[in-house]
């Protein structure tokens, strides 16, 4: 058995090699991965013996020979067996390689010539060579295969394990060229290419995913798109639905016009607050709604400290909570609630984190921008009623309605929400809830809404006692909605711009 080692990364390399040449497997390797099992004591052949040619322009070409690639190559037919004694090329049957750190240094920020260096040609070749011909070939694409690898003794490497070996190195091959391709798209563009390539590594398996029968796991993406799947502080691991709710509720908590707290069920937002201090901020979120918040998520864009940990713990049962940063005193009285789950999430890169989003239907991938534009309050237009400028109230109202389920509104008054409706199947129906929801609160309270009204709504909001209001506009029937805000006393602004959320 002839096996070929080409690796950049070298780790449990010597302790593989070794347990080859005990299995009496010829070793044959690279330039630097031939000095360093030389350097350990072990007999090898460097490929140059192979090719002819020692490594030229500058690494770029080591392994790209009929020579190597014929040895990998040859199924075993009677045919292939005499082309390659013909040649002079003996058959390779095991390879060990791993690719250049292309991600590490893009995730690190090396610049594009940098960058360009770190594209595997010849490693790449080999890891898809091998793979393609596993019917006769193993392959080692990964130090974390090694240890199996060893365990199975090379009795136990039948075609249904080199099978298993060259579906991993297809996939390791497809990610690495995956990476690639989104960088250079980043580079050189089109912004929506005519092919998309997503790459994701599986970060943990989930218990289950919405619902007990079905299977679930986690994958994060490589690049700077968020703090990644980070294990919490303390507590369960997060479940499917924890994941998709702490995500909702950071995106909104750093959307927050000023320091504040965001407390989440289902993906919806039960309760928005400002305030200085993370347990004021708590306190004013609890408050906004203390019966939907029981078993949420809590985030705050602002640190967590003993205070609020304390206020939490006797606050009744949550999820999770998530803040930049946790104390080391709050984390000492979080302690004492075992299954709370306590994440650490950083604000949002400046580079814009979120991105795009992918949704996926019946057969296809549907991808967009993130919704993060936010029109500058200086740019609302305001329609009717008593003229004056937006106050804090009412672009708090407006981000918020940003981040529901459509159709959504919200009531704010006096830097927190009051009652939020959301996720109905009309606009009327979601004035009605947020204004049952806010109770006496509604009046002198604010309202925002993610699309146009209807004059229906204007109704229910001069009703409520509500004193002003902002949605996009943009209806055929503005005019009587703008009619009806006169006539009732409501300040109205439209932005122009709507908000839905599916």
Known sequence: MRALISTYDKTGLIELAGWLVEQDVTLMATGGT?????????????????TGFGEILG??????????????????????????????IAPIDLLVANLYPFRQAWLSGADPDALVEQVDIGGVSLVRAAAKNFARVAVLADPSQYADARARGL????????RELAAYAFRLVAAYDADIAHVFTSWAGPAWPERLTLTGDRAGSLRY??????????????????????????????????WADVEAAWRLVWDLPGPGAVGLKHQMPCGVALADGAASAWA????????????????????LDADAARALVDGGFLEVIVAPTVSAEARAILAAKKNLRVLEAPAPTASGVFGRE?????GALLVQDTDRR???VTEWRQVAGPAGTPDDDLTLAWVVAQHQKSNAVALVAEGATVGLGQGQTNRIDAVNQAIARAGEQAAGAVLASDAFFFPDTVKALAAAHVRAAVSPGGSVRDA??????????????????????H
């Open 284 to 303: 004013r979120v609890q408050a906004a709604d203390p019966v939907s918040i029981f078993g949420g998520i809590v985030a705050f864009n602002q640190p």
């Open 480 to 501: 009587a909605v703008i009619e009806a805000a006169n006539k009732a006393g409501l300040a109205l602004w439209f932005t122009g711009e709507r908000h839905f959320r």
């Open 209 to 242: 995913g919405e619902n007990p029968h079905q299977e679930a796991a986690v994958y994060e993406v490589p690049g700077p798109a968020g703090w990644g799947v980070a294990p919490p502080l303390q507590g369960k691991a997060l479940s499917y639905n924890n």
């Open 34 to 50: 031939a000095a360093a099992l030389s350097a350990a004591g072990l007999p090898v052949e460097d490929t140059k013996s192979i």
């Open 358 to 362: 992918v949704r996926s239907v019946a």
């Open 374 to 376: 936010r029109v500058d």
């Open 59 to 88: 690494g770029r070409v080591k392994t790209l020979h009929p020579g190597i690639f014929g040895g990998i190559l040859a199924d075993g037919s009677a045919e292939h067996a005499r082309e390659l004694d013909e040649a002079g």
């Open 155 to 162: 009795a136990g490497w039948d075609e249904a394990y080199r």
